[in-house]
Nanobody, 123 residues
Framework: QVQLVESWGGLVQAGGSLRLSCATS????????MGWFRQAPGKEREFVAA????????YYADSVKGRCTISPDKAKNTVYLQMNILKPEDTAVYYC????????????????WGRGTQVTVSS
């Protein structure tokens, strides 16, 4: 059983930066993978980034590659999503997710989800 809690998002101007965090509780095995997804109004939930908990291998969606960095803090059982050069189209509810041992962009594969946090980028 894993519980995920995202930090508060926020309002940021286009071109600015924001860091989201996802704190985990319960048992998170060393083989786990963590992912970030986002969902804009009227749109499907889409993949943003993922990382293996033990090895630090990362994977990014083309829409954010070069602008976002996913990283772990194992001492705090927390994963971060650093977002730079934000655009209005980045506006969405951002969700943290985990899988026991697979790093994937397929949202249906993830077993645990946070409740989401709102990120708004103004133009």
């Amino acid at each position: 059983q894993v519980q995920l809690v995202e930090s508060w998002g926020g309002l940021v101007q286009a071109g600015g930066s924001l860091r989201l965090s996802c704190a985990t509780s319960g048992r998170l095995v060393t083989s786990a993978a963590m992912g970030w997804f986002r969902q804009a109004p009227g749109k499907e939930r889409e993949f943003v980034a993922a990382i293996t908990w033990s090895g630090g291998i990362t994977y990014y969606a083309d829409s954010v590659k070069g602008r976002c960095t996913i990283s772990p803090d194992k001492a705090k059982n927390t994963v971060y999503l650093q977002m730079n050069i934000l655009k209005p189209e980045d506006t969405a509810v951002y969700y943290c997710a985990s899988h026991p041992h697979l790093m994937t962009a397929v949202r249906g594969a993830y077993h645990y989800w946070g409740r989401g946090t709102q990120v708004t980028v103004s133009s």
